[in-house]
């Protein structure tokens, strides 16, 4: 990421960037040393850097030193990992197993993306089906309460069930028959909803007996068609929703395994800026570790003492076989780190916009995969949510409802009773009096932290800074003060 991105990002996260003190360049129009690089992270109250250089010693002592000494010596017991990137020359040995690797999670996840897509597409198509078995319930179930409803389950008998006109031997094919022209009217103007009832309402018909023994078989198989006919949509109504549900949770897996696998890929990717660094040459055996951890102590009024460390690796991989494992080979790293300390007094607020600021990128990759399922709920609309949470899956999918908070309210004891009639009038008076006059309930205000308090945590973190640097310069037999 450049300089003038990286200082647009953080602005937009409500930080201030850092200047390099180490980078002072000669300004070209003024010949005076006055131009500063960015460094791409928040102002720190303190920072030191160190580098340490020896091409025979493992350079990962370094990193686990700081950590062993801020977890156990200063008492940073909250610890999270913010950075880890690798990048090695093309012609490494190192960098054909990173790209091995690389290519297990990828096959991996285009295979899992298929397989979303896929049961995605297939949402469309279950949703489609309960929404007509829905629509074709509604008849049924409104079969014994409307005629309107009746005469339409008729009609989708006729044409569904008998075939319409085509088929000689239904109402509409025997109605082209002599005598039997009035049989699509008795049927569809005759409403029983009983195969007991038939007899005695056809029977009381004025028509010859012929045609009656027709409608009465007519009518009976109508009947019987409804009952069963209702049971079976019913039963695969039921079926649908218990796979609609066994498809969303399948879907859910799927995108649950394969988060994982997104962060492997992006982490097993090379970094653009360290691939065309120079200290990265193709035809040596060199790679470039970028490392982050955020430490954080409890908070004192809601200020936590933080610190900062980065390292950054410029390495020699040495493939070493190891005997007792011997399907694996480990690289020992030999080379140059700096480690980059530096000290804030933060809110948990601001530690989690920084956490967001460095997630952009993961934050991208799971974005697309989340983006194609939240396009398909939004396509589905709340049909989908609906059906779901009758399945009895507890989703929510619509934007959720922003609840007002609840104020709270002062107790005044036993002379509650008493100021209950002085805030009654002041409810009856508050349109005409001065707003505010007769409020007696409390406003929480919202928390903002003093200077003094970030000074308290500032020191604080300073000092446990101090003694890391410094502590780990004695431990080294470097050169302290």
Known sequence: MENADNNETLSKFGFKEEIAEEANIQSANEGSFSQYLPTGYPEPVKRYRLMVEAFNLSIEETYYWILSQLRRDQSYQYIDKITDVFSAS???????????????????????????????????????????????????????????????????????????????????????????????????????????????????????????????????????WKIKTEKELEDRRRFQLKYLRQHWDTIKMYMAWIKPHLRNIRRLQMKEKHIESPDIINAFETSMIEIEILAKKPSVK????????????????????????????????????????????????????????????????????????????????????????????????????????????????????????????????????????????????EYVPSKSDRKKAAKTANVNLWLTYKNYKKAHKMITW
């Open 90 to 224: 093309e012609q490494s040995a190192f960098w054909g197993a990173a790209q091995q690797r690389l290519s297990i999670q990828q096959d991996r996840v285009s295979q899992y993306m298929a397989a979303i897509g896929k049961m995605i597409k297939d949402l469309f198509q279950l949703v489609r089906e309960l929404r007509i078995i829905d629509e074709r319930l509604e008849i049924y179930q409104n079969w014994e309460k409307s005629k309107s409803a009746d005469v339409t389950l008729k009609g989708l008998y006729v044409d569904l069930v008998e075939g319409a006109s085509k088929n000689p031997s239904s109402v509409y094919g025997l109605a082209q028959q002599v005598g039997f022209t009035i049989l699509p009217d008795l049927f569809f103007n005759t409403h029983v909803y009983k195969t007991e009832d038939l007899d005695s309402v056809i029977d009381d018909m004025k028509y010859n007996k012929q045609v009656k023994n027709v409608l009465r078989r007519k009518l009976f198989a109508y009947v019987n």
């Open 302 to 445: 809601k200020i936590h003492p933080v610190i900062l460390a980065t390292f950054e690796f410029r390495t020699r991989p040495d493939m070493s076989f190891q005997q007792d494992q011997y399907a694996h080979k480990g690289p020992i790293h030999v080379g140059r780190v700096i480690a980059t300390l530096r000290s804030y007094a933060w809110t948990k607020e601001e530690i989690q916009k920084y956490k967001s600021y460095r997630d952009e990128e993961t934050m991208e990759l799971y974005g697309m995969l989340d983006g194609s399922v939240k396009a398909a709920m939004e396509a589905l609309g709340d049909e989908l949510e609906a059906y779901l949470k009758e399945a009895g899956e507890e989703l929510k999918i619509t934007k959720d409802k922003i609840e007002e908070p609840k104020k709270k309210k002062i107790n005044f004891g036993a002379l509650d009773p008493f100021i209950s009639i002085f805030k009654g009038f002041g409810e009856i008076f508050g349109a005409l009096g001065p707003t505010g006059l007769f409020n007696f309930e409390k406003k929480e205000k």
